[in-house]
């Protein structure tokens, strides 16, 4: 049986506790030092970024992380409403360029106003995603994630890829939470990864805790394995994901299920968004 406790210490400060109880011995499954942030449910659509985001109403949303499929050659399958088949299409480097223009110009209409979106980015790419970014929102920092370890790549011809960028831009004036911190974010790689360019919860935890507060609205609309969904989600946000590949929702729904839900299956803590 899974339950929220209440603890006070000698100086009469209050402390939560998220707890399982098997076979009557009490686990800690989460500790908070405030109330526990309720969980909602994420609204995950599955389709195209730049088609889907015109439903969201304006100023809806108050905070997005996206992490657009730079530098990948891919193919994934998908139904053509239209012709109600079955297509496969490809999606490269250049063709990300043909529709991150009129995402960014969506994301710039459904974020509230002195709000932040966060975009990854590559070193050969941020250029072009900036230039975009940068014709409607206010670009304040390239941001560095600075990761433990590094991928293989040209192994006698190149430096060792240690970093990724992250292009940090705002509407309007946007007031980061707990202090300031430099641009320098050290955070390890995902070690099994469900996806080719999983974002670890710690880094996306982070942005998220800094740019947004319990109850906001963070979207991600290339949302991939869902990192950005489960953070929310977890530090209880609401939350909106999009993504046009079957196999990756169906990867977002497992980790819903082992990485949110199931810690407090037996309470009724989920609240449809
Ligand atoms: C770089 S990955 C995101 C990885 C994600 N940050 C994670 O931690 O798993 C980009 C994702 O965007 C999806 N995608 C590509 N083009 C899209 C589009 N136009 N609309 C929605 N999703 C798209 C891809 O299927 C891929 O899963």
Not at 42 to 68: C, H, R, T
Not at 222 to 237: E, K, P, Q
Request: hydrophobic share 35%; net charge positive.
């Amino acid at each position: 049986m899974v339950n929220y406790i209440k603890k006070y210490n000698k100086k009469g400060k209050t402390y939560y506790y998220l707890v399982e109880k098997i076979k009557g011995k009490v686990k800690t499954l989460e500790y908070y030092k405030t109330s526990p942030p309720k969980k909602y449910k994420p609204n995950l659509i599955k389709g195209f970024a730049e088609k889907e985001l015109k439903q969201i109403p304006d100023e809806s949303v108050d905070l997005i992380i996206i992490d657009p499929p730079y530098g990948i050659e891919f193919k994934t399958n998908f139904r053509n409403e239209e012709s109600d088949t079955i297509g496969e299409i490809s999606l490269d480097n250049e063709k990300i360029f043909e529709t991150f223009p009129d995402v960014v110009k969506e994301c710039y209409r459904i974020l509230k106003n002195n709000s932040a979106i966060y975009c990854f980015s590559r070193w050969d790419v941020t250029e072009r995603f900036r230039a975009i970014l940068n014709k409607y929102f206010d670009i304040k920092n390239r941001l560095n994630w600075v990761k433990n370890n590094w991928g293989m790549g040209d192994l006698t011809g190149t430096y060792a890829m240690q970093c990724e960028d992250i292009i940090f831009a705002v509407k309007g004036k946007h007031i980061l939470n707990n202090g300031r911190d430099t641009d320098f974010l050290k955070f390890d790689r995902v070690a099994n990864l469900l996806h080719s360019h999983q974002k670890p919860i710690e880094l996306l935890d982070f942005l998220i805790n800094k740019s947004s507060k319990r109850g906001d609205t963070v979207l991600d609309c290339y949302a991939g394995s869902g990192s950005t969904i489960i953070s929310a989600v977890n530090l209880g946000r609401k939350s909106i994901g999009i993504e046009l590949n079957d196999k990756y929702l169906n990867i977002i729904g497992d980790r819903l299920e082992k990485e949110c839900y199931s810690k407090v299956k037996g309470i009724n803590w989920i609240e449809k968004s």
